[in-house]
């Protein structure tokens, strides 16, 4: 079945970095679309950028210019770099693919 391990989330200052990974399994990865998702508390889950087999990407207004996902077929692996973070950046961050979810990776931009 499909598997969506996030990791990388943590706490960082405002205008910091950070980078999310998203291992996968369970499927042809280099096949299928990935995307990524963020649920701030109170707040609906929300499309942040997504990736498609062919590595064209697109973005949410509200991330356009500081986010960068990529994607590494050899590791079965989508990336999400996040620069000039900002405190409403803050959120859950979802991998998802094929109806499937990951447990997401907390990110908190505080100073």
């Known amino acids: 079945q499909v598997r969506l391990v996030e990791s990388g989330g943590g706490l960082v200052q405002p205008g910091g970095s950070l980078r999310l990974s998203c291992a996968a399994s369970?499927?042809?990865?280099?096949?299928?679309?990935m995307a990524w998702y963020r649920q701030a508390p109170g707040k609906q889950r929300e499309l942040v950028a997504t990736i498609t087999s062919g590595s064209s990407t697109n973005y949410a207004d509200s991330v356009k210019g500081r986010f960068t996902v990529s994607r590494d077929n050899a590791k079965n692996t989508v990336y999400l770099q996040m620069n000039s973070l900002k405190p409403e950046d803050t959120a859950v961050y979802y991998c998802h693919t094929l109806e499937s979810w990951g447990q997401g990776t907390q990110v908190t931009v505080s100073s």
């Open positions: 369970g499927f042809t990865f280099r096949f299928y679309g």
